[in-house]
């Protein structure tokens, strides 16, 4: 099979790579049938040192089960399902307690002999508790919002859920990627009254306000801050989605004391400003990676119903053999996020 490899840091290839099969009684083979490049992908293509084998990448996709392992039961070869960003058991302590990311069986694509998601088809461990069958055709104008369950909308309910977004909230979004466009869906969806989306790029912000921002801060830093404040007085929700301690400052300086800030994005950052002065303020800083197992099925009705269309944050589709193009384009913030079809 054709699938999409990271040698180094700007090294994307595509290469021939052994097909899938079963090599345990609960994987499943799935056909990918839509993949996508994550944000946090760029991460690695910005700093990677340079390897001989190679990472395969990719960790969202939703796909046709073509194949089945004996003790697979709850699916069948021809289910169109997606895959959340981590596969799990969803049977053990921490996945009953809905935090799935952490599960004991559970793991990353692309490491330990797992496919990546970035290819023509992924052997998946665990299938019955990490797969979500769909109840759409594989050709339904629904997949790319449908995609978005495997992370990005999954990822920024998780921070409107942990920042404790409620009916009549002012929360604060910092970041106009694809996860903090996600959590403003969220945010809305969840009751907010108003949603200030901080960001500076034009045509994000734009879909941003279609999606529910309120209100766009463009400027950064102390000058970001002192706006936000001027604007809200200050707000008691902040769900961070970038991952860089400029954001973080951001979220800190705009929240008001007892307020909570969720972080979502990768932090890219060891240490942080959080000694008396926050201890003080009373502030909670929660997040984290999503479990994105636990929000698949509460939010698939509003996606087959039309409620909420996530599937708007893809601005370009690549071919699979693209992917290295699609990685280029979104590093250098000509298209928001990238959308694969093998």
Known sequence: MRAAVMYGAGDVRVEDRPDPKITKPTDAVVRTVAACVCGSDLWPYGSMPATDTGRPMGHEFLGVVEETGAEVTGLKAGDLVVAPFTYCDNTCGYCVRGLHIS??????????????????????????????????????????????????????????????????????????GAVGLCAVIAARRLGAERIVLAGRHGRRTGLGQEFGATDVVAERGEEGVA??????????????????????????????????????????????????????????????ASPARAYIEHLLPDVLDGTIDPGRVFDRRFALDQAPGAYRAMAERRVLKALLHP
């Open 227 to 288: 706006r936000i404040r001027d604007l809200t007085g200050g707000v008691g929700r902040v769900i961070e989605a970038v991952g860089t301690r400029e954001a973080l400052d951001t979220a800190l300086g705009a929240v008001l004391d007892g307020g909570v800030i969720s972080r979502l994005g990768v932090p890219q950052y060891e240490q942080g400003p959080l000694g008396r002065t926050e201890f003080r303020r009373n502030i909670t800083l929660t997040g984290g």
């Open 103 to 176: 599960c004991r069986a559970g793991g990353r694509y692309g490491f330990d002999g797992v496919d990546g998601g970035q290819g023509e088809a992924v052997r998946v461990p665990c299938a019955d508790g990490t797969l979500v069958k769909l109840p759409v055709a594989a050709d339904s104008a629904l997949v790319p919002s449908l995609l978005t369950l495997s992370d990005v909308m999954t990822t920024g309910h998780h921070g409107a859920v942990t920042a404790g977004v409620g009916r009549g909230d002012t929360v604060l979004v910092v970041g106009d």
